[in-house]
């Protein structure tokens, strides 16, 4: 079902349909937070909030994008309000025990070394400024196109690749460095460059 069916349903009083969208965003919602806070506790807050608020304006929602984008804006300010309120100017804790998996078949070998591919990338992406570590994780992780960036910040498609461009030149060269050209694969961490 879609979107926008399940929308309507629930705004003709099915509640499940809401429960359809929360489960259907719940994990982008946090991974998004959780990326821009470098927070779990922080992550966890702003999914519940986000929630909140789709379900209190949902019968505000115009369908003049589309709700993914919306939910991302929300999710985005959200973040921000607490990135500014707070301070923070950590991208991802390295110490965390709750570093996500690459995958579960691979071999134990494979999986370190991935999961140390890991750790300089949120090392490496903690010192880009913000404008570029925001679009990059945007566009890199949440495999958002540069039209619904721009519609989420507020900022040119121009300025959006631009910056993504800086941060990616920035990010695998860096990466380069660390495990040479031919074992730098930016796939295992996300979406391929474009």
Sequence with gaps: MSD???V???????ESAFNQLARKYQQKIYWH??????NHFDADDILQEVLMVMYS????????SSLYT?????????????????KLKKFFSIGDEETPEISGDEDVARDVENREKLRLLDKILKELPVKQREVF?????????YEEISEITGKS???????YFHALNKVTSLMEREYGK???DLRILGRQAG
């Design 4 to 6: 926008e069916e399940l």
């Design 8 to 14: 309507k349903k629930f705004l003709n009083g099915e």
């Design 33 to 38: 937070a959780r990326r821009l806070t470098g």
């Design 57 to 64: 304006k949902l019968r505000d929602y115009k369908f003049e």
């Design 70 to 86: 919306w939910i991302f804006k929300i999710t985005y300010t959200r973040s921000l309000n607490l990135i500014n309120k707070n």
């Design 137 to 145: 994780i945007m566009r890199h992780f949440d495999e958002l196109s």
């Design 157 to 163: 498609t121009g300025g959006l690749k631009a910056n």
């Design 182 to 184: 031919k074992e730098t």
